[in-house]
């Protein structure tokens, strides 16, 4: 089941029949034509309105609002499937865990008259809490989460306030963190597309409950759940994040425009300053090039040579983009300073110094959207496989089926290939990737 932002619809003054006959009595008077034939194609204007009205809504929920953003574009930039289609997707739909029956009027809802129920056993809570290091890191967490809540079929709520959950992921579905302008309809939104229950900070526990600190939770695993099953329950929730990527809580027009960040402007300006269409633009994204600190602890439980990934020399970047014929593209840094010696080693190289670009924003912000955007819809994502936010760009291209991304590579005669192309799941077996898995 495919997501769609709710609407509410207004109380009606049941006083007040709002399809009156302005044009005479309908009531058996027929005797007067015009007014009655007046009155009935009133009705029909009427009702034809309505259901246009209604289509358009349902077409803006399942929109993002953003230029050729649907179900089957981001930013202008096509997809391989329809991401509002279960059928259509490549790994299964599998939604996490949801207990929304189980949910405690918040003091919100008892204002409104709602009952108090009951907590469910083993609910676990997630609420304000020192951040961790980097934004990918708490996304990681709050997924660990969801599988924990799974093996002790247990509720996760989050409460409005727990900034290092918020902070992380809500850029990527609004383009900012617009927590003070969102509804409680917004929350239960976002709640539901996660598979949690979003609550005030006020929210009154029982005894049942288990709040678990972000830290520990970044350090949790399911001990039941298969790794496949883990990446199914992962690309759900990305697909359904996507597809409603950019859109605009409820009363984010209460919010600064400045402070908003529109997650498809890094692409607009990319594609204009190359003269051409988001859809038509060319470009790859090499991210995070620096020397991981465990990269031999990840060569040794996934048994894969990593050395040429790690290092991203020219000779390596140059051969992936040569066998895909984006050689001569635009080819952009991100999450990495213009200083760093590996960048120097490309800046320089006679093949790839013309095409080397840097986005005109933070290069090294861990979660600004909109490159977090432009690398997921680029052409060729180059990362780091150690690299919690080179990872997490990854898993969003493969929940997406954005083909070439280089994280896990091996070479082959041809050249380095994706060696997940065919299937991603290794990124969430816990034994093979340890601290690194999402």
Not at 71 to 80: D, H, N, V, Y
Not at 379 to 398: E, N, Q
Request: hydrophobic letters at 35%; glycine letters at 6%; aromatic letters at 8%.
């Amino acid at each position: 089941m495919v997501l769609h932002k709710r609407s509410s619809t207004p109380d009606l003054d049941e006083s007040r029949n709002p399809l009156d006959c302005p044009f005479g009595d309908e009531n058996g008077k027929r005797g007067h034509h015009r007014g009655y034939y007046s009155c009935r194609m009133l009705r029909i204007l009427l009702c034809s309105a309505a259901a246009a009205l209604t289509t358009y809504a349902a077409h803006q929920r399942r929109s993002t609002g953003n230029r050729g953003h649907n179900a089957s574009r981001i930013c202008g930039r096509p997809l391989p499937f329809d991401l509002s289609n279960h059928d259509k997707w490549p790994t299964p739909y599998k939604p996490s865990y949801y207990h929304q029956e189980s949910v405690t009027a918040s003091d919100e809802d008892s204002k409104n008259g709602a009952k108090k129920k009951k907590i469910a056993q083993g609910a676990i809570l997630l609420k304000h809490d020192k951040p961790l290091r980097e934004p990918a890191e708490s996304i990681n967490a709050f997924f660990h989460t969801l599988d924990v809540a799974y093996d002790k079929n247990s509720t996760v709520y989050i409460t409005r306030d727990a900034d290092w959950v918020w902070d992380a992921i809500l850029p990527l579905l609004y383009g900012t963190r617009p927590v003070m302008s969102m509804n409680k309809k917004d929350w239960d939104f976002v709640g539901e597309m996660l598979g949690v229950t979003v609550v005030l900070p006020s929210f009154k526990f029982s005894d049942a409950e288990a709040h678990v600190k972000a830290e520990n939770a970044f350090y949790a695993r399911s001990s039941n759940l298969p790794k496949e099953t883990i990446r199914n329950r992962r690309d759900t929730i990305w697909r359904n994040l996507f597809l409603h990527s950019g859109m605009e809580p409820t009363k984010l027009r209460h919010v600064d425009k400045k402070n908003r960040l529109d997650v498809c402007s890094l692409i607009d300006k990319v594609a204009k300053k190359y003269n051409t269409s988001p859809s038509r633009l060319k470009y790859s994204v090499v991210d995070e090039m620096w020397n991981a600190k465990d990269l031999s602890k990840l060569e040794k439980s996934t048994g894969r040579d990593l050395r040429a990934a790690s290092e991203m020399s020219p000779e390596y970047v140059k051969g992936i983009l040569a066998q895909l014929g984006l050689v001569d593209k635009p080819v952009y840094i991100t999450g990495t300073l213009k200083t760093h010696d590996k960048v120097q080693k490309l800046m320089n190289d006679t093949t790839l110094k013309h095409n080397i670009n840097f986005p005109q924003v933070d290069p090294v912000s861990n979660m600004d959207t909109r490159v977090i955007h432009f690398a997921v819809m680029a052409d060729t994502f180059i990362g780091s496989p150690a690299s919690h936010r080179s990872l997490l760009i990854a898993k969003i291209r493969y929940a997406l089926g954005i083909e070439n991304t280089y994280l896990f590579t091996r070479m082959t005669g041809s050249g380095y290939v994706d060696a997940l192309m065919d299937d991603h799941s290794e990124l969430y077996d816990k034994n093979h990737m340890g601290l690194l898995m999402g």
